[in-house]
């Protein structure tokens, strides 16, 4: 097997996920990755009723500095974006079914990428999505279960040790 830092080289020149490929062509930032899935599963709405409504959940807690022009102000900001990052979390939930995939009967990318959101969420926003959301844990743990999924999560802790050391 290829080294993921190999194979992702090939694919995306910062040799970095996220990486999606559709018809051929690389994306590889994550609010077009999350608009493409949207565009790909428009009826599920999993990432928004729309790109306004996307873009109006991520952008205050990602940089709320482009919200204001007061660095005290930016905490409030992100605390608002977090609460409506909830009500978007918990429509997603409300829409997955018990044992099912996020759309439809088979693995999809949107599976994997609420995977990432969840890692994300915690990461970066302290907020246990899997604790909180029980069909997003059960999702999550489906994907997890998956074969491609192991490999690339071992491969993924693999390049993480290597740059600590």
């Known amino acids: 097997m290829k080294s993921l830092d190999t194979d992702l080289a090939g694919i995306n020149a910062k040799g970095q996920v996220p990486v999606f490929v559709v018809d051929g062509n690389v994306i590889t930032e994550v609010p077009a990755i999350a608009q493409m899935i949207n565009l790909l599963a428009p009826d599920a709405k999993v990432m928004g009723s729309g790109q306004l409504e996307f873009i109006r959940t991520w952008g205050p807690y990602v940089r709320p500095f482009r919200f ?53 969420a915690g990461g970066r926003m302290g907020v246990d999505l899997e604790a909180k959301y029980p069909r997003w844990k059960k999702l999550t743990d489906r994907v997890r279960a998956l074969e491609s999924v192991q490999s690339a999560l071992a491969e993924e802790r693999s390049i993480d040790e290597k740059q600590k050391a």
């Not at 990052?85 to 044992?99: A, C, G, N, R, V």
């Open 68 to 120: 204001t022009n007061e660095s005290s102000a930016e905490e409030g900001i992100r605390v608002r974006a977090v609460e409506r990052l909830h009500q978007k979390f918990e429509m997603i939930e409300s829409k997955l079914s018990e044992d099912g995939w996020a759309v439809g009967e088979n693995f999809t990318a949107v599976d994997a990428f609420l995977l990432a959101i969840s890692q994300w």
